[in-house]
């Protein structure tokens, strides 16, 4: 099993800055991609930033010049800077991640994606 822990959430002024973080630990041997999905009130989830395992990454349309998804691989920690924030982007962050177990002798691995359980993101006007 795979837990996720998040945290950094909490409540800004327009313009102000938070840093998301998000560390998994448990049972698996590589970490594929890691990535912030965001949840408004009666809003369907939405992908904000992801990074491949190779350091590539993108992000939705509305945070591109102010946010920064970055991982550290041997802390198991991805993070996500965001700054200039506005009352949009208040939510609920999760993170969400994919990771490989080896299975067998021959090396076949298993993948898996698991998410944590949220972080409130709140910016006031």
């Known amino acids: 099993q795979v837990e996720l822990v998040e945290s950094g959430g909490g409540l800004v002024h327009t313009g102000g800055s938070l840093r998301l973080s998000c560390t998994a630990s448990g049972s698996f041997d590589r970490i594929g991609f890691m990535a912030w999905h965001r949840q408004a009130p009666g809003k369907e989830r939405e992908l904000v930033a992801a990074i491949s395992s190779a350091g590539m990454t993108n992000y939705v349309d509305s945070v591109k010049g102010r946010f920064i998804i970055s991982r550290d691989n041997a802390k198991k920690t991805v993070y996500l800077q965001m700054t200039s924030l506005k009352p949009e982007d208040t939510a609920v962050y999760f993170c969400?991640?994919?990771?490989?177990?080896?299975?067998?002798?021959?090396?076949?691995?298993?993948?898996?994606?698991?998410w944590g359980k949220g972080t409130l993101v709140t910016v006031s006007s």
């Open positions: 969400n991640v994919e990771v490989y177990k080896v299975v067998n002798v021959e090396g076949a691995t298993a993948r898996r994606e698991y």
